[in-house]
């Protein structure tokens, strides 16, 4: 199966994590975009990937994140969700987008507000960044 629980490099061909990503609400004007570098990015999947494996759901597609079927431990969504399945309306994606929140570890001094997220496709595979202080501002792939 390939999606990025095997996936050991972040510039693996399915998991291309550019270099540096920025998180921006265009509607918040300056001050609003936070950059990420990729490795923190990857650093957010990696942990993911070990809470999946931890709880033995690594190829159990059944038991992939969905609205609240089940309850992952804080330090992967640092609120009081499970990992949220986001439907995607415009058909360019699957079916579905999962979020895998990001932390401020590994870059800069100031936090994040919480609120930004990795976006996976459907079989996991990394597709952007993303931020719900608003609209989603995707970053395309390198």
Not at 13 to 34: E, F, H, K, L, T
Not at 38 to 51: E, H, I, N, P, S
Request: charged share 20%.
């Amino acid at each position: 199966m390939k999606n990025w629980m095997n996936i050991r490099s972040r510039t693996h061909p399915n998991n291309r994590i550019p270099d540096y990503v920025m998180c921006n609400n265009p509607r918040q004007g300056g001050g609003s975009a936070i950059l990420y570098r990729g490795d923190a990015v990857f650093a957010a999947l990696r942990l993911a990937r070990d809470v999946f494996a931890a709880h033995g759901l690594i190829g159990d597609r059944s038991a992939y994140p969905a609205y609240g079927d089940k309850s992952f431990p804080r330090q992967v969504w640092p609120a009081y969700y499970g990992l949220r399945r986001v439907p995607v309306g415009d058909g360019s994606w699957a079916d579905a987008v999962y979020e895998v929140p990001l932390t401020a570890r590994g870059w800069g001094e100031g936090q994040p507000p919480g609120n930004d997220r990795v976006l996976l496709d459907a079989s996991l595979n990394y597709l952007a960044v993303t931020t719900d202080r608003g609209e989603y501002e995707v970053n395309v792939r390198q």
